[in-house]
């Protein structure tokens, strides 16, 4: 995954991302547990604003500890 992208999820989920997951038109981001909420948005809003800006479907994780 390119790096700029990566740079503009984090700057708009405000959030720290532990590991981004591409999955065909999909991009899974883990997330803190702590911060899901934050990450989402209220009522998704964060998350569609993302969608639209990187045109591709977004779903927020909690990061497992490995």
């Known amino acids: 995954m390119e790096a700029e992208t990566v740079e503009k999820l ?3 989920l405000g ?3 532990d590991k981004i997951e ?8 883990h997330v803190p547990k702590a911060q899901i909420a ?5 009522n998704g ?3 569609r604003a993302a969608e639209l800006v990187l045109k591709k479907k977004l779903t927020i994780k909690e990061s497992t500890d490995e």
Do not use: Y
């Open 10 to 12: 984090k700057q708009m």
């Open 15 to 17: 959030v720290p991302i």
């Open 22 to 29: 591409k999955q065909e038109e999909e991009l899974v981001v």
């Open 38 to 42: 934050k990450a989402i948005g209220s």
């Open 45 to 47: 809003s964060v998350v």
